[in-house]
């Protein structure tokens, strides 16, 4: 919940003003009178930081207790350390050490630049090593749709008849996980201490915030693209091979259309280019009506329900990566324009 009050300037000295903050809200920060705080000179706004807090930030006291056998459950709880910008954070198992060796494994998947620097029987302590601030957010941003372009583009060709390995996009949808957590702990870092916008190669808070929404766009598109090569395997294992199909065809195409789509949106960010970004856009009417013809062909087909049912699920994750397209490229109007 974000509060706000109206509070006077008033004069302190010769060469110093003063500003009185509410007592709850120096209270919930575990501020009281003689302690000492950083203010730092944020461009547009001044912060007022706890000198214990940034102690707390990066130190061994962050600690996550594990009160359930739920790797998952753990994982979570360290993405939030992460995301905070924490450097390393100690597990503690307790009782359930079993699952030690399934979190370590979860978090080298899942998070850029962690590492193991000391475990015992009931305890792991991670760092993170965060390459930040020196990697441009667009540079970033340019990995990650390169990776989801050759994601999507594969499962295509999956549906068209490739022997290609649908586990091998599921590895790569990792590391587009691990690229978009990465940008929102860089954001959050750009955020608390904009003195780093610059070295992430952005010319303010909401630049970087808009980036933030594009990389998730992103995540979300590659989700779509590993989930579409699952549905062609399960086919596969239970009932048919869809690349036999006469209509996929079809839906191969409406899927390279969105793939066409998504590159151009996010490049449009990338490049502030928002002519692009329109172009996206202009294309919008014409894509939907394109999945419409699609999913009346698939209905009018004859197919069973279970053949259909699985095509209809493939173009809806077509449909929903277009999507995502033009909300990257309206975050580039919003942004450039």
Known sequence: ???????????????????????????????SAGSHVLLRFMGDHIAVIPIGRLARG?????VVEVDRENPEYVLRKLITHYLRGVDEVRVRLGKYVGIKEEV??????RISGAEVIEEDNNYVVFRFVTPAPE???????????????????????????????????????????RLYLLIERLV??????????????VNSSRELVNALMVSKSIERSGDHSWRIAQIISEAYQSCCKLSDLPIVRDVVELGLNSVDILRKSVMSFINGDVDEAMEVLDRRIAMRSKSLEVIKSIYGSGLHVDIGGRL???VESIRRVSEYSYDIAEITLDTYG
């Open 312 to 314: 209809m699920m493939i």
């Open 58 to 62: 990066s130190g061994i006291n962050n």
């Open 1 to 31: 919940m974000v509060e706000e009050e109206v509070r006077k300037v008033v004069v302190s000295g010769r060469s110093s003003i003063a500003i009185t903050i509410p007592k709850k809200w120096v209270s919930a920060l575990g501020i």
């Open 188 to 201: 959050m870092m750009g955020i608390t201490d904009q003195s780093i916008l610059s070295r992430l190669e």
């Open 135 to 177: 990697v441009p957010i667009r540079r970033l941003l340019n990995r990650m749709i390169l990776t989801v372009l050759g994601m999507f583009k594969d499962s295509l060709d999956i549906l068209s008849g490739s022997s290609l390995d649908p586990g091998d996009i599921i590895d790569r949808d990792n590391e587009v996980d």
């Open 104 to 109: 370590k494994k979860l978090v080298k998947e």
